[in-house]
């Protein structure tokens, strides 16, 4: 089966303006989350989505990220406006979470890497 | 959420059996331990998860105490191609449509030599 997919693979803007990265999630998976991962450290939470609702975006900045995920299945996240330490590789992951689903694994995306200038 | 701590760096050589242990104190009655393991430039990849005693697949071992306040992930017959950094997780993996509360720590940066 095909993996998730992520666009684009990488990215060079400058602080102050803005990118949006597109996941597009394995067949069927209802869970999709979004992760920040800064060079030398574990990926971070951003979002957890739930179908098309959200159900842990405790470490999203608001004020400058968003993200969505219409019908279900693609997601958008967004940055506006960029600053320097948003640098970092920002992986896409699903999940075939139900209950009594003993097996959790989440599939990764290979992520975009995103400099900041 | 439960807090892991695993160490930073370890080194072996091929063919050896690897043991990495995690430690998580607060770990809650719901909770299962997972491990993933990542390569440079690409995202982690599912390993192994248990809740209780041993689980094997046909890449690792996961030994976990009665008190599972520790986990320890076992590599038999390790590769130069196992050179990674391995993380491992504590989390429900349902908690009736919430969130996982999964977090990732720095993990363990393992190299393997010739």
């Known amino acids: 089966e095909a993996g998730v997919a992520q666009s684009p693979r990488y990215k060079i803007i400058e602080k102050r303006q803005s990118v949006a990265f597109w996941c597009n999630p394995i067949?069927?998976?209802?869970?999709l989350y979004w992760y920040q991962q800064i060079l030398g450290q574990g990926p971070k939470l951003l979002i957890q989505f739930q179908n098309n609702g959200v159900v842990d975006d405790s470490q999203l900045p608001k004020d400058r990220f968003s993200a969505e995920r219409l019908k279900g299945v693609d997601s958008t996240l967004k940055i506006q406006p960029a600053k320097l330490e948003d640098s970092a590789v920002y992986l896409c992951?699903?999940?075939?979470?139900?209950?009594?689903?003993?097996?959790?694994?989440?599939?990764f995306g290979p992520g975009t890497r995103l400099t900041v200038t | 959420l439960a807090k892991t701590t695993q160490p930073i760096s370890m080194d072996s050589y091929e063919g050896q059996e690897v043991n990495i242990t995690c430690s998580h104190n607060?770990?809650?009655?719901?909770?299962?331990i997972t491990w993933y393991q990542q390569f440079p430039s690409q995202g982690p990849r599912f390993i192994i998860q248990?809740?209780?005693t041993k689980v094997t697949n046909e890449v690792a071992s996961l030994f976990i105490p009665a008190d599972r306040k520790s986990s320890t992930l076992s590599l038999p017959r390790v590769s130069l191609s196992d050179t990674a950094v391995y993380y491992c997780l504590v989390g429900a993996p349902y908690s009736g449509g919430g969130a996982d509360g999964l977090t990732f720590g720095k993990g363990t940066h393992l190299i393997i030599q010739p």
């Open positions: 248990g809740y209780k």
């Open positions: 067949s069927g998976h209802a869970t």
């Open positions: 607060n770990i809650a009655t719901n909770d299962y």
């Open positions: 992951a699903s999940s075939l979470r139900r209950p009594g689903l003993k097996i959790y694994e989440q599939y």
